[in-house]
């Protein structure tokens, strides 16, 4: 880490692997209790504020503002009569579950919760552990997490779960690469891969110092490395398959998708894995774009407030701000058709990333190069010169024009399902049509059909 200078409370790569063995199972213990409220309190909170958000209460009946009801569903959940499909692969459908919650809980062990800090008389960083590629250790966690989604509905030995699983598959490997893109734009600007370094380089101007060059402040890296962080969020909301990118488990299409066939226990270890997913997801986040354990201005302006114990309080309002767009998010979007789904994983997101990726290089290698100002003005005004000359002269493609309701129901080819009337009027059922034959036998005349819809409306039409 010779890149960067660190302040006292700032922990270093240094500072882990000395702490006693009660205190490394005190840590784990904890990031493990952290995960499991996260959950209890997750799902109480969605329900809440999407109760909010659709003007009804909530829950509001066991215990005080319903905090109690998650609990009880667990337990009901755990009760329940867990039952194994006859076609199903025994040995991988009961361990499914159980790898998605590993790993959505490992990703914790290198997230920073705050600086260096006295528990027992020891001095400790607020964290697991931490490596020199802990970011790289993220990235791995996400990425593994999908192989739970994948053999659960594999080893369910139905079509649903199948459909699920292999969905889970195709959008982990679009989002992923953007995910990794934009994380490689975080530690080009930190100039390190470590999770503790990039919330220390997120600090003071005084304390980042890259290559031997004086850099002035960056700041958090979500005002910094706007692009990357937008792209980063929509990516981690796939990743774990929220609404609007909820498709592995779309209830209108799969009736409940990967978990279609899973109960009791192992239906809750999935619902586990995906609110600790999107838990963990939104404290990578705060690590590598939200300055971390850091408070946010003006709270910067008391000298404690970076200290001690503070800090896990400012880190954990960043999470629970971050869960709640996941949450707003839920409750204002549609779902996404798939093919428009993996459409914006690919041709919007990955080239966005790549061409920001570019810049951000060449804007790194100015700064390091000795140019003069006007050459570096020059070289910036051509960059946006031809990046507006190549956005006017894009060959844009010709729109067909848009076709009549009559013209698309003509172009249908020979065999296709059914269509519904055009008029959108129900036809008449059997029973009506006897009713009616029953009504009209006097009014019928001789070589003419009865009406079919008389006396059920002004509007009579005869089938």
């Given at each position: 880490m010779s890149g960067l200078t660190y302040l006292a409370q700032d922990p270093t790569l240094q500072d882990f692997g000395r702490d006693p063995w009660w205190l490394v199972l005190i840590k784990i213990v904890g990031a493990f209790?952290?995960?499991?409220?996260?959950?209890?309190?997750?799902?109480?909170?969605?329900?809440?504020?999407?109760?909010?958000?659709?003007q009804r209460p909530g829950l509001n009946q066991i215990g005080p503002f319903g905090l109690?009801?998650?609990?009880?569903?667990?337990?009901?959940?755990?009760?329940?009569?867990?039952?194994?499909?006859?076609?199903?692969?025994?040995?991988?459908?009961?361990?499914?579950?159980?790898?998605?919650?590993?790993?959505?809980?490992?990703?914790?062990?290198?997230?920073?919760?705050?600086?260096?800090?006295?528990?027992?008389?020891?001095?400790?960083?607020?964290?697991?552990?931490?490596?020199s590629v802990a970011v790289l250790v993220l990235l791995a966690c996400s990425s593994?997490?999908?192989?739970?989604?994948?053999?659960?509905?594999?080893?369910?030995?139905?079509?649903?779960?199948?459909?699920?699983?292999?969905?889970?598959?195709?959008?982990?490997?679009?989002?992923?690469?953007?995910?990794?893109?934009?994380?490689?734009?975080?530690?080009?600007?930190?100039?390190?891969?470590?999770?503790?370094?990039?919330?220390?380089?997120?600090?003071?101007?005084?304390?980042?110092?890259?290559?031997?060059?004086d850099l002035p402040a960056p700041g958090w890296y979500a005002i910094l490395l706007l692009p990357s962080f937008v792209i980063f969020f929509i990516s981690t909301v796939g990743e774990t398959n929220r609404a609007p990118f909820d498709l592995p488990e779309a209830e209108s299409e799969l009736v409940a998708g990967f978990m279609t066939e899973y109960s009791s226990l192992k239906f809750a270890l999935f619902m586990l894995s995906e609110y600790v997913a999107m838990v963990t997801m939104s404290a990578v986040t705060v690590t590598l774009f939200l300055g971390g354990w850091r408070a946010p201005y003006p709270i910067t302006l008391w000298e404690g407030a970076n200290s001690g114990w503070w800090p896990l309080l400012w880190f954990?309002?960043?999470?629970?701000?971050?869960?709640?767009?996941?949450?707003?998010?839920?409750?204002?979007?549609?779902?996404?058709?798939?093919?428009?789904?993996?459409?914006?994983?690919?041709?919007?997101?990955?080239?966005?990333?790549?061409v920001w990726i570019l810049?951000?290089?060449?804007?790194?290698?100015?700064?390091?190069?000795?140019?003069?100002?006007?050459?570096?003005?020059?070289?910036?005004?051509?960059?946006?010169?031809?990046?507006?000359?190549?956005?006017?002269?894009?060959?844009?493609?010709?729109?067909?024009?848009?076709?009549?309701?009559?013209?698309?129901?003509?172009?249908?080819?020979?065999?296709?399902?059914?269509?519904?009337?055009?008029?959108?009027?129900v036809p008449p059922s059997p029973r009506m049509k006897r009713a009616v034959a029953e009504r009209e036998p006097a009014n019928a005349v001789e070589g003419e059909p009865a009406s079919v819809g008389a006396g059920t409306g002004s509007d009579e039409k005869e089938v």
């Open positions: 209790v952290f995960a499991v409220l996260a959950t209890l309190l997750g799902v109480w909170f969605e329900r809440r504020v999407v109760a909010r958000m659709a109690l009801q998650t609990l009880a569903d667990g337990l009901k959940m755990a009760f329940k009569e867990d039952i194994l499909p006859k076609a199903a692969d025994k040995v991988v459908y009961f361990f499914a579950p159980t790898i998605s919650v590993i790993s959505a809980v490992t990703a914790l062990s290198v997230v920073p919760f705050g600086p260096m800090v006295s528990i027992f008389g020891e001095r400790t960083p607020l964290q697991v552990t931490d490596v593994m997490g999908v192989y739970g989604i994948v053999l659960g509905g594999w080893a369910s030995g139905s079509t649903y779960p199948l459909l699920g699983g292999l969905r889970s598959t195709a959008q982990m490997i679009s989002y992923e690469v953007a995910m990794g893109l934009s994380i490689v734009a975080v530690f080009m600007t930190a100039g390190t891969m470590s999770t503790s370094g990039i919330v220390a380089a997120q600090g003071d101007g005084t304390r980042l110092n890259i290559a031997g060059v954990m309002g960043k999470v629970i701000a971050l869960v709640f767009v996941f949450i707003w998010l839920r409750g204002t979007l549609p779902r996404l058709r798939y093919d428009q789904f993996m459409r914006l994983g690919w041709k919007v997101l990955l080239p966005i990333n790549l810049v951000l290089a060449g804007i790194r290698t100015l700064q390091k190069e000795d140019l003069g100002t006007t050459t570096k003005a020059l070289i910036a005004a051509g960059t946006v010169l031809t990046v507006l000359l190549v956005s006017l002269l894009w060959p844009s493609r010709p729109q067909p024009p848009k076709r009549t309701l009559q013209e698309q129901v003509n172009r249908r080819p020979t065999g296709s399902f059914p269509l519904p009337p055009m008029d959108l009027q």
